[in-house]
Every structure is written in structure tokens, then in C-alpha cells.
């Protein structure tokens, strides 16, 4: 075995040999949050509200580094894979509990991995599709793959393979699987995670509670088990006024997804501190690329020289300005969030007035024809980044005109292929390329997020770099991919945008990661 | 006896309504663009997996065996599971119901006690500065947006003076007062106004009735004359008035209670909406139907106390 992995978390071992602390404890840090949680479980968590709070009841097997960019060791204490990348080895940490204090051993690590890889059940099985067999022996886990999979390790450290207590899901209610899920998020208490918290408090909509779970095995710097707080309890607040007005008004600690427009206010309140947290998230416009459009009519973004002078006649550090007060950048890695690893960073479409207009004429484009962004009805950010384009490419000769839907709406327009351009965004949910590459490029997953555009290369090198273990050849694949989709230009490249997360002064410890996970179990509070 | 009689028959004739309602909403929900699995499973979800959902919904049946399943279930009290809470829409509404109703009750309370004196006031000074005062200020609560008014009361009254918390519900009858009192006020700054220039004009128009003048000429006390034959003849136009005023406030509900962050019914509707979840929706749009549809009773019941000539057929 060479891979052998990092060691313990970071955190675990400074714990270990740093002296203890005077630390802050105790407390309930109020959270406000756009839009609530509906069930938290590892493999039924579909929903961004949902993904990003399953870290806080369930442990994976692995972590992600807070960086994002390095895997250590979570429930597992040491990992490593075999030469020929056909198993993975995990040893796990001694005396694991549950919430509830009763133990975690390997029959629960092998009945939280067997949902997860079940196709039947959640709709992220496919990530462990390589899995082929787990056994576990004492504090050892082994998993056998079908073939090398490069992506297993963080697989591994993705909420869906999270583990769950198999005692309780045995005693739970429901004929089904996804019933006794269901029941036992209704039910709420401690028992079924193994994570920091547990949940202690639920009413759809409108709030939710976690409680810090007494048995947890992860220390902090005073030597004494996480978390700090006590708990966190959550207010669901829709609307970006109103929950920015709960944080000035002392109601709440922290607030989420603060609008741009109103980060320099907050960045100037001496009570709060404003976080704009690196993020995986990326903003682009998928680019109808079909021969024509579903109406039968003929397309005129199906020539790539008008996607690319589109893209050329875009500002994004303009549109930057204008629509993220200058709290973000320019989309360089064509595929992905220049956060995420294997992502090159070339210079992706710079504005360039001048060689859109040659672009656009060497293509024919008629002047005047008329070219429809479907944006989302009520958001402003939309309606701002529609203005600007309108004016942007006009100096091509485009009429831009808007068409305003609601999410569900544009979803499926998307998958119908029943537009010319529309707004979009993506958060990485893995810590590998991989997932971002499949939805945005590779045909069979989703059209090329439904651009309709395909590429015989691109899908070969995609399907090439899934079980490919040299990291420098995965590597070089991965800039092909991305060489090969930045001159097809099947997507506006606009600009990455981190979260903004406004925080009273009164908490420090509190992270959302770069795949939005909330990281409550380091948060303190002094009042 | 005849009382009764009016109610039973009334009582029936909701039902071709409520009937209507259904046929309604059950063909629009699924008029509207946009897919309940996509809303499920997330834009990321692979075309196998929507149509496993939607299979499981029961979304590929046809679309008179949809509407009857619907149909039986409601009869049978059974108005589906959400697709977005995985939960009974009963259960879910039955959850959410007193929040809103008692910010309805609330806002018309308040509604009634801004707009009835003042109009009184405005009234007996027809012409003179205090009614064109009352008129003016009530003419800007007309014509500013709800949220807007919303908005600034919670930056001013919440954020800023701290007097009332920014958003949320509250817990029990007189935590609720406290936290419903500024949705409340936003929703009751409208609606007062609209009551007031009612109630002024009618209260106008009975003054200067000659059975007024001639109580006034026999000399009876002002406070009776009020009582008596004033109002209770002003009030017959205005409680037609407040029965279409709650009925709008019903929908009015799904921006107070978005901007307030109240966990009620229209807030709900909102994120049924945007979820496609067909079973809320139709069990919603049922919800307001009923609660509609008893206002419009006891408005009728009320205006015939109020009127004896009006009598119940």
C-alpha cells in the first residue's frame, strides 16, 4: 500500500498536544436562513437547505480540509487505497458513539453505505457505483471497487455516504426505507447521527433546532468534546430584507445568503462581521446549441463563432460590478469554480468589443435578430444581469429580450430545450471535478446541461478520466476537457461568487465551506 | 327557523362552488410549466430518476383518474401527502391555519378600530380641516404597496426602535399579539382605508337622512341618534365591504406573511407554488374556498341582523 493516506484530522491532533484552553461554551446561536429543511438524511437529501446541514447530524467517513482541497480522516482515523485502486482501506476511530451514546461499529458503517450505494433508494447512489462489496472487521472497513475510481476518497467525504445508527432505522415505523427516514426526522432526538448535533426541534417552514450531541468524539481546543454552543436553532426567513433586518435588530447571530447590495452596509455595522465565504458556486448561462429551435426555427447560436463573440462582448468584471457590488470574479476554468482542484485558469473569454463584432460577422449573423434570456422572475440579480446584457450586445447587434419564469419553469425549459439562453448556477456537492465536468459537458448526463451541444472527444475523455489513478494523466485529461469546452463555448462564462454570510461579533468559529456545507461545531459565543 | 333554513341552503349551495374550485385548480396546477419531480429531485436529477418520481406520484395516470382519486379523497377528508413535506396536506394546513387566521382577525380588529372612529370624526367635520386630514393620510396608505408599507414599519418600529420583533410568529395568544402586530397593522393600514372612505360616505349619507333630522329635531341625545340610527344604517354597506376585504386578505397573506416571515397559509401557498406541489395547492386553494365562502355567510347573516329588510331567502 503507497496511497496511504492523511492521518487524523488536523484538528483532532493539535488537540491532542496543545495544552487546554479557556474556552467559550455554552449558549444557542440563532441562525436565519433562506429557506428550511425538509428531511436531513445522508441519501435522501436533495435540496441545498438539506445537503449543507447533513454534516451537522451524521459524520462521514472522511473529511474535506476547510480549503477544500485535501481529504483527512473523520470517523476514520487513517485511510489508504490499495496499488491497483481496486480496494480502500479505512481504519476507524475507537469508541465511536452515536448521539444517543449507544456505539458506532462496522454493522452500522456497512448499513449506512449499503443505502448509499442502493440505486432503489436516494438519487446519489451512482457515486459509489464503483463499489462493489464492503466488509467490516473489527475497526477495519474495506471496499472492494469493480474498477480503480479516482473519485472514491471523496466520495467517501460526501454527505450521502454520512453514517446512520442501523439500530434505529431496525425500530423505526414505515414499510419502506424512505418511511422510516421520514419518521425518524419527524420524531427528531438523539440516537439516529453520529454528527455534533442532533436535531431537537422541527416545524416545517418555519424553524428547526439542533442540540449538541454529549457523545461526540471530535475535541475542541480546551480538550472537552465538540461543539461549543449548545445549540443552534434556525429561523426560516425568505425574504433578504427581512432577515438582514433580524440581524441588525439583534434577533438573530448569523444570517445567510446576505444580497450583495447590501454587504457594504453590513461590512460597515461595528456589531457584525461580513463573510464572504470561498465558494464552489459559479454563474453562467447555458447556451442553447442545437441545430434549431424546439419551435422548428432555425438557430442562430448553433454557430460557435456567435457563442464565443457573444462571450467576448460580455464584461464580466461590468457585470461583477453591477450585480455583486465587486464581491466576486471572473469565471477562469470553463468547467468549474477556479476553487475547484484539476480546474486550469486561462483567460476565459476578456471582454473584447472589437473581435465579438468579427465573430459575429464572419458567422452571418443578421443585426437586429432577436435572442431571448429566460431569467428568474423576482430576482434582481437577474433582472440586472438582463439589463446589462441587453446593453452589452446590442454593439453586436443582438436584440436582446427577457423572458421571466419561475424556478420550476426554467428547469424544465432546460431539459425541454425550450430556450435560446438562461441564467443558471451551480455548487459543487463533491470535492472532485468530476460532478461539475459530467453536468456541464459530458452528453448522456443531462445534454450538457441541456446546451444540446456534444462532443465525441470530450465525452471520451470524461468516461476515460472515471477510473484513471495517475493523477498527472487524470490531470492532463481534465485540461483537455476543459480546452476542448471553452472553445465550444456552449455556456455565457460569467463570474464566481463566494457566500455571503453576515455574522454578529458576538460568534467567531461558525464556516460555510466551499460546497456550502454550515460548519456549526467550532462556533463560540460570548454575549 | 327561517334563519336555519337560509343557512342549510347556503350550506348546500357552497357545494357546486367547492366543486367548481376543484375542477378549477386541479386543471390549472397542472396548466402551469414546470415539473413536481423536477422540484423534488433537483435540477440535477437524471431523467430515470424524475420519471421514477413521477410514477410514484402517480403523475402518469391519466388525467380523469387523477382528478377522480383527487375527488374521493377529498370527500373522504383525505387531501393527499405534500410532495415537497413528505407529510399529510392536512396536517401541514391544520399546522399553519390559526397562525393565519388569527392575523386575519387581528388585521381586521385593528382595521375596525382605526377606520370607525375616524370616519365618525371625518364625518361629523365634513368639509372641515380633520376630515381633510384623515382623507389625505388615508390616501397615502391607498396607494403605497403592502410589502413597501410592510418594509417600513419593520425598518422602523423593529429594526430600528426595537419596539416589536422583525418577523415571526410568537408563542401563545399574547406572544402572538406581540410578534403579529406589525403584519397586522401593514395589512390593516389598507384595508382601514378602504373601510373608512366607506364607512364616512355612508355615515354622510344616513346624517343627512330626514329621519336623522327629524331624531335631531325631536331633540334626542346625539349619542343615540349615533347609535341607534346612524350607524347601524352606515354599517350595512360596510360590512358587505368587510366580508370582500377578508376575502382579499386572504390573499394578501402571501406577501405579509412572506415579508414577516409568518409561518402561515400564504406563505405556504407561495412555496407550494414554486415547489409544483400539486396536493398542497389543491389543498390550499380548498382551504381559502371554505374560509371565503363562511365570511361571505356570516357577512350575509350579520347584514341581515344589521337590516331586518333584508330577509333571508
Redo the contacts between chains.
Sequence with gaps: MTRTGMIAALAFTTALGAPALAQERGGTLNFARYDGS??IDPIYA??NPDIWMVGSLFDTLLRTSEDGNTIVGGLAESFAGADDGLTVTLNMQADLKFSDGSSLDGEDILFSLDRARNPDLG?WAGMLGNVENVTAEGNTVTLSLSQPDPTILAMLTTFNTAIVNKAVFDSAAGATDAERS?NIF?AGGAGVGSGPFFLCGF?????MDFCANQHYWETGDDGKALPYVDGVHF?????D???V??L????VDAVEFVPFSRVAELDADPKINMNLFPSTRIIYSPINARETRADGSDNPLKDVRVRQAINYATNKEALIGLVLQGAGKPMTAPLMSSATRLATNMDLYPYDLDKAKALIAEAGFEPGTTITLTTLAGSSDDATIFAALQQMWAGIGINLVVEQ?????R?????SGEFDIHTYGWVD?VNDPSQVTG?LGYTP??HAVGTGWESAKFNELFEASGSEMDQEKRAAQYAEMQAIYAEAAPLLFMYETPFAVAISKAIEGYVQTPLGANIFSRATISR | MAGLQYVLKRLLMMIPTFLLVMIIIFLLVRLLPGDPAIAIAGDKASDADLAAIRDRLGLNEPLLTQFWLFLTNTLQGDLGQSIMMRTSVLEVILQRLPTTLFLAIFAVSLSLLIAGPLAFVAALNRGRWPDTLIRSVFQVGLSMPVFYIGLLLLTFLAAQLRLFPVGGRGEGFFGQLHYLFLPSMTVALYTSAIIMRNLRAALIEVLDAEYVQFARAKGLPVRLILGRHVLRNAMISTVTLLGLSIGNLMSGTLVTETVFAVPGLGRLMLEAIFARDYPLIQGLTLTFAVLVSVVFLLTDLFQSMLDPRMRLT
Design positions: 425538509r428531511l436533495d435540496r438519487p421520514a419527524a416545524e416545517q417552514g418555519a424553524s429561523k426560516i426567513i425568505p425574504d430584507a427581512t432577515r433586518l433580524k441588525q435588530a439583534g434577533e419564469v419561475d424556478g420550476a419553469t428547469g424544465a425549459k432546460n431539459r456537492d453536468w448526463v443531462r
